[in-house]
């Protein structure tokens, strides 16, 4: 803990942070679920970032990387880490994007993916309707490979540019990223902080761009329990089928642990029906796991992370 404390008072020192101690993860999670986090840091420039992950490492600790939190489950006891956080809540930075030559987009890792998908519409540019309906911020959706209706972030990526764990800045290639379904190599080192992004997108109707955002978004609505706590899909998709239709044939739509239950609108999410704990998602899951590999002989590998205290 002594690191932790040392750390927190050397990024207090550095000025250009914010920084705030003891914050329930809780309040900064989809989910909301989460004891309180040692400390948490709002870098106000992506030039603040990369001393203050150099203190928190050079003090003994690895810092958490967040961004809107919303592919996260929190332990319920303190969280003994210092997140960084890319989005601006609390600081004076503000995430940025910049449509460049051949129709590609620049913008950094706090983006939200909403607001991204609304400028590219707004600047004629296809291709990133799918990301609409998603919460999570840019970086967090490059790490995951975010997808949905058929769209993923491999399929858009042109370069990504991180701090490595050794402090230098490196600009990686979409190969070099090695997506895969829900995968990249941030999930394997996540001691690289993306910090900016370059998507390749298309020319397209700006009113026909729209329609489809619409659209998609009509259907979220109808199929995922958006009006409730959660952390979006809770297990990957397996080799063959799909997570929801194993949940689901396996009798499982409402199991309830606590605060915590198999939706009954959409069985690939947990949601949070009020005062859920950590433990109480981590029951309902691994009673989903076993009733699934009982009933099916299939394997179901979380899509969420778990931070635990």
Request: charged letters at 20%; a neutral charge; aromatic letters at 6%.
């Amino acid at each position: 803990m002594y690191g932790i404390e040392k750390a927190i008072s050397q990024i207090r020192a550095l000025e250009t942070p914010t920084v705030i101690e003891n914050k329930p993860m809780s309040e900064l999670t989809t989910f909301k679920i989460g004891g309180p986090i040692s400390a948490i840091v709002f870098p106000n420039s992506f030039a603040a970032v990369e001393p203050v992950i150099s203190v928190i490492r050079d003090c003994g600790s690895e810092p958490l990387f967040l961004g809107n939190g919303s592919n996260l489950l929190c332990a319920d006891d303190a969280i003994k880490r210092i997140a960084v956080c890319s989005r601006p809540d609390g600081s004076g930075y503000q995430p940025y994007t910049e449509v460049l030559p051949g129709n590609r987009v620049a913008a950094s890792t706090g983006s939200l993916l909403g607001r991204l998908a609304m400028f590219a519409m707004a600047n004629g540019l296809s291709g990133l309707e799918w990301a609409s309906g998603i919460p999570g911020t840019l970086g967090g959706a490059v790490k995951m490979n975010a997808g949905a209706y058929g769209g993923e972030m491999s399929q858009i990526i042109e370069t990504v540019t991180v701090i490595s764990a050794s402090g230098k800045k490196l600009t990686l290639s979409g190969a070099d990223c090695r997506f895969s379904y829900r995968h990249s190599r941030f999930c394997e080192d996540e001691q690289e902080f993306i910090t900016t992004v370059v998507i390749k997108l298309q020319p397209g109707d700006s009113s026909e761009i729209q329609r489809k955002m619409k659209e998609l978004s009509r259907r979220r609505k109808e199929n995922q329990p958006i009006d409730l706590p959660s952390a979006g899909s809770v297990f990957k998709r397996p080799a063959n089928g799909y997570a929801a239709d194993l949940i689901e044939k396996a009798g499982l739509k409402g199991y309830r642990v606590g605060g915590a239950a198999v939706s009954e609108k959409h069985s690939g999410f947990i949601v949070n029906l009020g005062g859920a704990l950590c433990s109480d998602v981590l029951r309902v899951m691994e009673h989903v796991q076993e009733e699934v590999l009982r009933q099916f002989g299939v394997g179901l590998e979380p899509e969420i992370k778990i931070i635990t205290a």
